[in-house]
């Protein structure tokens, strides 16, 4: 099949665009026929050194500084323990018989000792959020404290892997060196450090393997159980100093041994604060107010909590004591903060997702019963609702959206997810107004691979469209995956001259293909100068990329694009949207 290739990037079938270029253009590109000589609107000059630094730092700087930080304070970390046993004239028998491999051992073990001591502040979830809350977050990016966690887990592990290969190299020399006293395979899992660092690697291996991206979101059970191997990992590394092997060549000969429970016992006792007060928030009553079946396999779950209000696309952490009292699983509100409940859209995908909807009396199995029940109507439940338990809400990336007078939201395929609330949290804001807001134009973005996925967003946008947003909310839609040969005829027939995109309903029109972005960041520039533009992303990595390279390249010193990644939690969700007006339905 030949391809046609264009310059934004998009590849689709010669003959289809053929049979769609005789429908008087039909077939819309990602620049939506915009010429590029209509976009060009005035050079806004030169952009000074100082400018472009300042841009930098606004969307990639902090990452860069943080990350330059982080690996020189690590090699500070190396090299303080290592230069310390290499030249410290109380080690020199030690150095005799084991080589520069005991400097490179001790080293390597301070760092473990701090990065031990610091993995678990990032997963402090209520920490974290308050943190968000304060001015430091203008400085330091607790949006990224899952990253800054990943981060400090792979240094755990370069880090062991040295200590550990070094310390092998070091068994065989003591082994050579004093064979009467010393065996390779004793010191390796007969002695006291060699067990419990091997007991150690193996817990941190499994932990590394069951934390993988393929394997967290296929089976998160593993994941959420094997990760609890941390315990295991401190517990041993408490006592795996403890045992003497090596000792200085003056006395005290083991004053300072076992002395890792110094550098943990701050983000110990935190997480532990944190444990407790999760397991205080799970106690309090939540009540599920409504079930409702959508198409997809999915389940809308509305819940009420007293005290607990969330803002535009927080998330949750969620647990059923009957499926399983000890897994919680995050998911992403999609209700807005003005509406009187907490409302989460679960795909029935999983091992945990697939018993819940059991739980909640859906038939997750049968697909033809599945078929004749979804709808828009609550569906009549069979078993007793069961108990939940709810931990949050916490805070994202998407809060800030209310901060920016025009606004970017961008969500590639499930990424649309955190929008859900935001967008719904525009409606209230706009219909029915309590506080003056600062934002005045949302530029509504989502490009996703099958049509079928619009299926579930549906509603919302046909209630913005309904209310007259327009002027307020600009929607773009873009689908850049093949069509059938059917699809290719309804849209011949239907979408000539239709009031109404014949994929979406909506009047907004759907564009094939990706948008070209350097025409969309161009068109938005010129219709918004000397404004700070707000830009939200969920979706893939290379597209977050491309987007965050064009916010940089777009800004100039009349116009700002300030980029945000926002984090789509763990669940796809598929379904229909509602709104209530106040205390009335509205489709």
């Known amino acids: 099949m030949q391809q046609a290739q264009y310059t934004d990037g998009t590849a689709t079938d010669l003959r289809l665009l053929h049979s769609l270029d005789d429908l008087g253009g039909l077939w819309r590109k990602g620049d939506r026929a915009r010429k590029d000589s209509e976009e060009e609107e005035g050079d806004p000059g030169p952009i000074s050194w100082h400018q472009r630094i300042s841009i930098w730092m606004i969307n990639e700087g902090n990452r860069w500084i943080f990350l330059t930080l982080w690996i020189l304070v690590h090699v500070g970390l190396f090299g303080l323990s290592f230069f310390n046993y290499y030249f410290s004239d109380n080690f020199v028998i030690a150095r005799s018989k084991l080589g520069v491999t005991l400097p490179i051992a001790r080293g390597a073990a301070l760092v473990l000792h701090v990065d031990s ?20 977050n203008r400085i330091v990016p607790f949006d990224k404290a899952l990253a800054f966690h990943k981060a400090i887990a792979w240094s755990i592990v370069f880090f062991t892997l040295l200590h550990t290969f070094a310390h092998y190299v070091n068994f065989w020399r003591l082994s050579r060196t004093d064979p009467d006293k010393f065996s390779f395979w004793g010191l390796m899992f007969g002695s006291g450090p060699g067990l419990t660092g091997h007991l150690m690697l193996m817990a941190l291996l499994v932990m590394v393997f069951t934390s993988l991206p393929r394997v967290r979101q296929a089976k998160f059970e593993v994941f959420w159980y094997w990760h609890h191997l941390f315990l295991v990992f401190f517990g041993l590394f408490s006592f795996h100093g403890a045992f003497c092997l090596l000792t200085p060549d003056r006395p005290p000969h083991c004053k300072d041994i076992a002395s890792f429970w110094k550098y943990w016992v701050a983000s110990g006792s935190m997480y532990l604060l944190e444990r407790v007060l999760r397991e205080w928030r799970g106690i309090q009553k939540t009540t599920i107010s409504r079930v409702i079946l959508h198409p997809s396999k999915v389940v809308e779950i509305q819940m009420k909590k007293e005290s607990c209000r969330a803002l535009a696309g ?22 807005a903060p003005e509406e ?12 945990f997702t697939k018993a ?30 069961p108990r939940i338990m709810i931990d949050g809400p916490f805070g994202a990336a998407s809060e800030d959206v209310f901060k920016f007078e025009v606004t970017v939201l961008v969500g590639a395929g499930i990424g649309v997810t955190p929008f859900a609330s935001v967008l719904k949290s525009i409606w209230y804001r706009v219909n029915y107004p309590t506080a003056a807001t600062k934002l005045h134009k949302v530029y509504f973005f989502w490009i996703c691979r099958d049509k079928d996925s619009f299926e579930w967003f549906q509603s919302l946008l046909l209630a913005l469209e309904s209310q007259d947003l327009n002027q307020f909310i600009e929607i773009h839609t873009f689908l850049t995956g093949k069509l059938r040969h059917s699809e290719v005829g309804n849209l011949m027939l239907n979408d000539q001259d239709a009031f109404e995109d014949t994929v979406t309903g ?6 094939f293909g990706r948008p070209n972005l350097d025409v969309e960041f161009e068109r938005i520039r010129s219709n918004h100068e000397d404004t700070d533009i707000g830009v939200f992303f969920c979706g893939p990595k290379k597209m977050g990329k491309q987007l965050q390279a064009c916010c940089t390249k777009f800004s100039n010193h009349t116009t700002q694009f300030v980029w945000h990644k926002v984090k789509k939690k763990k669940k796809k969700m598929h379904g229909r949207i509602y709104f209530k007006r106040r205390k009335e339905k509205m489709h």
């Open 117 to 136: 001591g610091m993995i678990l502040f990032p997963v402090c979830r209520t920490l974290i959020s308050w943190l968000r809350s304060t001015p430091l």
């Open 356 to 385: 819940l909807g059991r739980r909640l009396g859906c038939d997750v199995d049968g697909v033809a019963e599945w078929e004749e029940t979804m709808g828009d109507k609550d569906q009549g439940l069979v078993t007793i609702l």
């Open 506 to 511: 909506l009047r907004a029109r759907t564009c």
């Open 314 to 335: 927080q998330y949750i952490f969620l647990c059923c004591p009957e499926v399983s009292l000890w897994q919680w699983h995050p998911f992403t509100l999609t209700n």
């Open 340 to 351: 009187d409940y907490l409302s989460v859209h679960i795909r029935v995908v999983g091992d």
